[in-house]
């Protein structure tokens, strides 16, 4: 179930208050004997819950070079909406982010003895987070 | 190096314009310059019953203004009544807790079994409407009222409670 079943009669969830636009003596049966499932409808609540994961898959993660690069920063928000509502929504995207997660740290070593190179990274990423805005100016990093 | 963040620069926007395209698809046109403003996010509004809602998306317009996103998976592309509670329970929530104003009007986006999408605009009920709503199933569950029965004999028959319906 999306929403949160309510613990007592004082509280109610939306998707439960949503039943009385289907059918008041369900919401009593329901209220009154729990809440039977059939086949068909536990394989549709899996399917539905799948596709919610799907559509809204948003993770919070790692994200090493940029925050070696900038800290905790505004751009750093920006490159992890990207990933997370970008390219985590393909395989391809998730494959690139996998060639990451394994090539960063490497690159963060080499990076951390050199802050020369750390200006130069923080140029071209510069690039990458403007881009980035812009692509996910739809759905931003707040509260995703 | 250099070359492989080339790439890797490259490869995400060809990734991020294609997901864009696939994404927005779906989108009315007052959503498609909207911020996400919340994904997946527990409101609670306090008061005699307190009320919770899941949001799926909402999107803050330009003016402000929050409008609601539902997500269903159907088999056939429309929206219920019980759509329009959800999403006006969901809408008296935000506002409770937030303080922000929630358009009267939102969108149901309906997915079915291959994944097509199509959106449904609907009219939600005022605060007061849910607030009426929630007394009258406090009133169903308490026994001091008298429960109605579905309209529709299908629902009936498919229902899980039919033998012990009242």
């Not at chain 1, 960063?104 to 990458?128: M, N």
């Not at chain 2, 999107?59 to 088999?75: F, H, M, N, P, Q």
């Not at chain 2, 449904?120 to 406090?138: A, K, N, P, S, W």
Request: with cysteine.
């Amino acid at each position: 179930m999306k929403n949160q079943p309510a613990r007592s009669r004082r509280s109610v969830s939306a998707s439960e208050l949503a039943q009385m636009g289907v059918c008041e003596q369900r919401v009593l049966c329901e209220h009154l004997y729990g809440k039977p499932r059939t086949v068909q409808q536990r394989a549709d609540a899996a399917r539905g819950d799948e596709e919610h994961r799907r559509f809204y898959e948003a993770r919070k993660g790692r994200c090493f070079i940029a925050t070696l690069v900038y800290g905790e920063s505004r751009e750093v928000m920006v490159l992890r909406s990207f990933r997370d509502r970008v390219l985590r929504a393909s395989p391809m995207g998730r494959g690139l982010i996998l060639a990451y997660y394994r090539i960063a740290p490497g690159v963060c070593k080499v990076l951390a003895e050199r802050p020369r190179l750390i200006r130069i990274v923080r140029g071209l990423l510069r690039l990458l987070v403007w881009g980035a805005e812009r692509m996910t100016k739809d759905g931003g990093a707040r509260d995703v | 190096m250099f070359e492989l963040l080339a790439v890797m620069i490259l490869l995400a926007f060809l990734l991020a314009w294609r997901w864009r395209r696939r994404e927005s698809a779906w989108m009315p046109r007052e959503l498609r310059r909207a911020e996400l403003a919340y994904a997946e996010k527990l409101f609670k509004a306090r008061g005699p019953v307190t009320l919770t809602a899941k949001v799926d998306r909402a999107y803050r317009r330009r003016d402000g203004v929050i409008v609601l996103v539902e997500l269903k998976t159907r088999r056939g592309h429309r929206h219920y009544p019980s759509d329009v509670i959800e999403l006006s329970a969901q809408r008296g929530a935000i506002m409770k807790e937030t303080g922000e104003t929630v358009a009267l009007r939102a969108y149901v986006l309906v997915q079915d079994l291959s994944r097509r999408r199509t959106v449904h605009r609907v009219d939600l009920l005022d605060e007061g409407q849910v607030d009426t709503l929630i007394e009258r199933r406090e009133a169903i569950l308490s026994g001091r009222l008298q429960p109605e029965r579905a309209n529709s004999a299908k629902l009936c028959q498919t229902c899980v409670y039919k033998d012990r319906c009242l």
